[in-house]
């Protein structure tokens, strides 16, 4: 079946620093790649996404390539702010399972 | 406007009580699901239902019991609870045909005593 592996966090880091959330997948078609978004007290909000291959998502800041031959979808931000401190999940969907596969959350936590 | 909303926010029961969260979306969608987060963040699919048809039945307990009246709305009953049932279930909705993209609800923690 399919699944997601995302880096253990908690990640912490200090304000204008370099983010980088590893991502790979699992599947057995061709998925659209999610990053999900979980800020405190809230439900999961759509960071951002990508169709196919070579694709980028980007986002506030945010930006992730989806690379079909490593089946990886990496999370990066040049410069992170303490806003952004949050649960990030990432995650693919199979049109064939009719659902989402979540990965198992990275927390990030931004100090000032 | 709020695209998917749960009803309540907040739930603390008794062991063995029975309750229901109500779950309702505005954005003409006919695709919605039920997951459950534990303290970890870990989020694990339960149920789904598309145009009304359940779709996704994961291996939850038969206590836990999906109703969907209407494309618009999907609750979730659960009898007998236990302490174990202690999480925040979130509902969420889609597009069948899509990239399956998730819209999801604030969320309603429950908390079992």
């Known amino acids: 079946g399919d699944s997601v592996t995302q880096m253990e966090g908690p990640v912490t880091l200090s304000e204008e620093a370099f983010l980088t959330i590893n991502c790979t997948y699992t599947?057995?078609?061709?998925?659209?790649l999610f990053w999900y978004v979980q800020y405190p007290g809230e439900g999961l909000q759509l960071l951002l996404k990508?169709?196919?291959?070579?694709d980028k998502g980007s986002n506030k800041g945010f930006e992730a390539t989806y690379r079909k031959e490593t089946t990886s979808f990496h999370l990066e931000k040049g410069s992170v702010q303490v806003s952004d401190s949050a649960v990030y999940f990432c995650?693919?969907?199979?049109?064939?399972?009719?659902?989402?596969?979540f990965g198992t959350g990275t927390k990030l936590q931004v100090i000032p | 406007d709020t695209a998917v909303s749960q009803t309540p926010k907040y739930l603390v029961t008794q062991m063995g009580n029975d309750k229901s969260i109500k779950c309702e979306q505005n954005?003409?969608?006919?695709?919605m699901y039920w997951y459950k987060q534990d303290s970890k963040k870990f989020l694990k699919i339960m149920f789904s239902?598309?145009?009304?048809?359940?779709?996704i039945n994961e291996t939850v307990p038969n206590r836990f019991s999906p109703k969907s009246p209407d494309k618009a709305h999907l609750n979730l009953h659960i009898n007998s609870l236990e302490l174990g049932d202690s999480a925040v279930y979130f509902c969420?909705?889609?597009?069948?045909?899509?990239?399956?993209?998730?819209?999801f609800g604030p969320g309603t923690r429950l908390t079992v005593t």
């Open positions: 969420a909705s889609s597009q069948a045909g899509t990239d399956y993209e998730q819209y």
């Open positions: 599947a057995t078609g061709y998925p659209s």
């Open positions: 990508a169709t196919k291959a070579d």
């Open positions: 995650a693919l969907s199979d049109r064939g399972y009719q659902k989402v596969t």
């Open positions: 954005l003409g969608h006919d695709t």
């Open positions: 239902y598309n145009n009304k048809e359940l779709i």
